[in-house]
């Protein structure tokens, strides 16, 4: 499994609309099915700087999703929203949950 990981400030007056952003652009439509989850962390110390988190089924997945034409307009309206570090993409390791007795 790989992950996609997005840096993103904020601009205060933007917050509503990048909230609307994640909801409807995230890798959570149908037509992205290797997307297996999709999360959004805000700093505490630094309101409005979120870690966008999106984890795949593989990276020849991930690559494709990064070539339509959806993945740029998502980088797009955040770049509208605030200021975007470069995408990174990274090896994420499967957690199997023991059952409890």
Same mark, same amino acid.
């Given at each position: 499994?790989?992950?996609?990981?997005?840096?993103? %400030?904020?601009?205060?007056?933007?917050? %509503?609309? @990048?909230?609307?952003? @994640?909801?409807?652009?995230?890798?959570?439509?149908?037509?992205?099915?290797?997307?297996?989850?999709?999360?959004? @962390? =805000?700093?505490?110390?630094?309101?409005?700087?979120?870690?966008?988190?999106?984890?795949?089924?593989?990276?020849?997945?991930?690559?494709?999703?990064?070539?339509?034409?959806?993945?740029?307009?998502?980088?797009?309206?955040?770049?509208?929203?605030?200021?975007?570090?470069?995408?990174?993409?990274?090896?994420?390791? %499967?957690?199997?949950? =023991? =059952?409890?007795?």
């Amino acid at each position: 499994m790989v992950g996609l990981m997005i840096y993103v %400030h904020v601009m205060p007056s933007k917050r %509503h609309e @990048f909230m609307q952003t @994640f909801e409807l652009l995230g890798c959570n439509s149908e037509s992205q099915i290797e997307c297996i989850y999709q999360t959004l @962390f =805000e700093e505490t110390e630094k309101p409005n700087r979120f870690l966008w988190m999106e984890e795949w089924a593989g990276s020849e997945s991930l690559q494709a999703y990064m070539k339509q034409d959806s993945f740029r307009m998502l980088l797009g309206a955040l770049e509208v929203l605030g200021e975007v570090e470069t995408p990174r993409i990274m090896k994420l390791a %499967h957690f199997v949950e =023991e =059952e409890r007795s």
